[in-house]
């Protein structure tokens, strides 16, 4: 049997680049450009260190970028959004604007950015169909209800749960993949299987409850023994409509 050693820094780029494929494939069926990805993963950095009481000096040593580029960096991360220049992201919001007061032809989306060609514009409107944006009727383009009955302080309470769940799961990634203590719990499994609508609800209402009143009780007990944990559940069907099925190149 043939074994290779890997090698502990290009072991954790490897689970590094597993972790970006979901955010990458999210990016595609939203139609982000590459320059706009790049973007939100620079202000996004940026904000990490930050956060861990870093100086803009220093940050930009650890960035390896100039002082003037970090704070450009640190202006964009302080204003409400990162990507408020992108032509095409631009167009989007616009689309969507439009789309949930009537309709909208192609002729008036291409009035919005004339330097946008015909082809882009189409594309864009694909894209932003697959991603569940708008859809297209007889007289044009538009919104899709639930993207415009969302209050801000729900999706910033949404926002404030994913968070919760992914830095979990940053932390689970860490502990089996970066910092192996075998004393510490780091348990995780994915179990993929079959089952009605009825089935699935009546699993996701049963477990939820079981582990949320093991939770309380382990968290009632008084000794001086306990550890900060986190425990992580989902269940969910595989999207399988269009924005996740392959495509030809065109």
Not at 80 to 96: A, H, K, N, T, Y
Request: glycine share 6%; net charge neutral; hydrophobic share 40%.
């Amino acid at each position: 049997m043939n074994t290779r050693s890997v090698n502990t820094v290009d072991q954790r780029l490897s689970t590094l680049a597993v972790l970006l494929e979901p955010v990458c494939t999210l990016a595609r069926v939203l139609g982000l450009s590459l320059d706009d990805l790049q973007r939100m993963l620079a202000v996004a950095y940026f904000r990490e260190y930050r956060q861990r009481g870093l100086s803009l000096p220093a940050v930009a040593r650890h960035l390896g970028k100039s002082e003037r580029t970090v704070a450009k960096l640190s202006k964009e991360s302080r204003e409400e959004g990162s990507l408020e220049g992108s032509r095409r992201l631009q167009l989007q919001r616009d689309v969507v604007r439009l789309g949930s007061i009537g309709p909208v032809d192609r002729e008036t989306v291409g009035r919005l950015q004339p330097r946008l060609d015909a082809t882009l514009v189409d594309d864009l409107l694909g894209q932003m169909e697959l991603a569940g944006l708008v859809e297209e009727t007889e007289a044009g383009w538009v919104t899709v209800a639930e993207h415009i009955d969302m209050v801000s302080t729900e999706l910033e309470a949404r926002l404030d749960s994913l968070r919760h769940f992914l830095t979990s799961v940053a932390h689970l990634v860490y502990a089996r993949f970066f910092k192996r203590e075998p004393e510490a719990s780091a348990f995780a499994r994915v179990w993929t299987f079959t089952g009605t609508r009825a089935g699935l609800d009546a699993l996701e209402r049963e477990t939820y409850e079981r582990l949320r009143a093991s939770a309380i009780a382990l968290d009632g007990e008084d000794t001086d023994a306990k550890k900060l944990a986190s425990v992580l559940f989902a269940l969910v069907e595989p999207p399988d409509d269009i924005a996740w099925k392959p495509r030809r190149g065109r």
